[in-house]
């Protein structure tokens, strides 16, 4: 299983990233998928997540900014971040549960399967 995260990048607060997840190795419909961050010297958070059913979580200090939607054919993710703050800047780390299996929870990275390499956000003031 693979997991590629890209979109990444260097912008000014207030601007817009999109984020991708490009997932390969799996039946992507089947799966859920959740967006993680950290940043320098905190600990990593919840950012996002989408069921296989299409239901969407956000954690609070993203909700209203950034956008969570998935592309199964084309195996993919995307994370759109609008309005972004400073406070973004981190390290996002997009991974996928097995939506078939019971237990889910949205916002813990260990009720994940697999988890990919980052992509870094810079928001910039």
């Known amino acids: 299983v693979q997991l590629q995260a890209s979109g990444g990048g260097l912008v000014q607060a207030g601007g817009s990233l999109r984020l991708s997840c490009t997932v390969s190795g799996i039946t992507f419909s089947n799966y859920n998928v959740g967006w993680f961050r950290q940043a320098p010297g905190k600990e990593r958070e919840f950012v996002a997540a989408i069921r296989r059913s299409a239901t969407t979580y956000y954690s609070d200090s993203v909700k209203g900014r950034f956008t969570i939607a998935s592309d199964n054919a084309k195996n993919t993710v995307t994370l759109q971040m609008d309005s972004l703050k400073p406070e973004d800047t981190a390290i996002y780390y997009c991974?996928?549960?097995?939506?078939?299996?019971?237990?889910?929870?949205?916002?813990?990275?260990?009720?994940?399967?697999?988890r990919g390499q980052g992509t870094l956000v810079t928001v910039s003031s």
């Open positions: 991974a996928v549960r097995n939506g078939l299996r019971i237990g889910y929870v949205y916002n813990n990275i260990r009720s994940y399967d697999y």
